[in-house]
């Protein structure tokens, strides 16, 4: 059982980010408004997250932050305290196996994106709306981070989608003058690297935090359809559950994005056949940017530009980037 133990080697780590080298930003640690919490999910394993009670007069409703694979939590704090700020209570967590979620032992662990999935999102979903005030329930999802609330039975209790990346890391979705060197790296290197230390080492490489077997292993070998990691007689499943899903998605795609390309993050959207999609597409030069890639959106640098535009999507579901809409691909 993966515990929050304070004091224990994981949860005393320092406040640099181990991300992937494509954009490391600085973390922050919790704010004063912020309340440490534990999560219990259904099959017993303990998650560690923070929650922002919403500072404003008026409570806008809550949101939960899904992170990207192998990042912090710690990575979106600040715009949990920006959304905080602006009337909204805010959950952020650590999938099981990161951060405060991880276990003593990391090694040999078969811990899936499926769990993170149904199980860790599950969970913190059931646990923000047991706990809910008023106003209705958003999720932003950072790349694999908006793919999995459509794996959880309870997803029918979000009202509204903000997706950023959104794609599971089938590699024919990456970005083409970069797809060959993005395979060597997660689809060569990773699982090798996975199959010598029994667990992906991603910290030492810098490349991003350590990642369970399970997952690493699942990204490495992942196929163009995501149902197909799951036994056959399970992946209908896979698809009504993402059916099920009737919240409005609005997913942004940033267009020098290595992983979460258009294609992939339109990949993602066709699973969610029963709810409202838009996708758009945002260049570095919207916001006065040389590069923004697939993590900058989170750090606070953007807080007076992206992070602002976000406002109106979460409160008032209004795109505030009508002249950026993509059509629908199948």
Not at 71 to 76: E, H, I, K, M
Not at 90 to 113: A, C, E, H, M, N
Not at 182 to 189: C, G, N, T, Y
Not at 266 to 279: D, F, K, S
């Amino acid at each position: 059982m993966a515990q929050c133990i304070p004091g224990s080697e994981y949860t005393q780590r320092d406040d640099r980010p181990i991300l992937p080298a494509m954009s490391p930003q600085p973390l922050t640690s919790p704010s004063a408004s912020s309340l440490p919490i534990s999560i219990r999910c259904q099959d017993g394993v303990v998650l560690g997250g923070h929650l922002w009670l919403a500072e404003a007069k008026k409570l806008e409703g809550s949101v939960i932050i899904n992170p990207a694979t192998g990042v912090l939590a710690r990575y979106y704090h600040r715009y949990a305290q920006f959304l905080a700020r602006h009337g909204f209570d805010v959950l952020t967590f650590d999938y099981r196996g990161i951060g405060q979620s991880r276990p003593p032992k990391l090694r040999g662990s078969g811990y899936r994106w499926r769990e993170w999935g149904e199980q860790d999102f599950d969970a913190a979903l059931r646990w923000m709306t047991a706990d809910r005030r008023n106003g209705p329930l958003m999720v932003v999802g950072h790349s694999i981070g908006g793919f999995l609330p459509g794996l959880a039975e309870n997803a029918g209790k979000i009202d509204r989608m903000l997706t950023v990346g959104a794609q599971y890391a089938w590699w024919g979705d990456y970005m083409p003058r970069r797809r060959l060197g993005l395979f060597v790296k997660w689809h060569i290197a990773m699982p090798v690297m996975t199959a010598l230390y029994g667990y992906f080492p991603g910290r030492r490489l810098g490349w991003l935090e350590d990642l369970p077997a399970g997952v690493a292993n699942e990204w490495s070998f992942r196929r163009r359809r995501f149902e197909l990691s799951h036994p056959r007689a399970e992946r209908n499943e896979v698809l009504r559950r993402m059916a099920a899903v009737k919240a409005p998605i609005l997913a942004v795609a940033v267009s020098d994005d290595e992983l979460g390309t258009v294609p992939a993050v339109h990949r993602t959207l066709n699973y969610y056949t029963g709810a409202e999609r838009a996708a758009v597409l945002l260049k570095p030069e919207h916001y006065g940017r040389d590069a923004i890639g697939h993590f900058a959106l989170f750090h606070d640098s953007h807080s007076a530009g992206f992070w602002t535009d976000t406002l109106s999507w979460l409160r008032e579901g209004s795109n505030p980037w009508p002249a950026a809409v993509l059509k629908p691909q199948n």
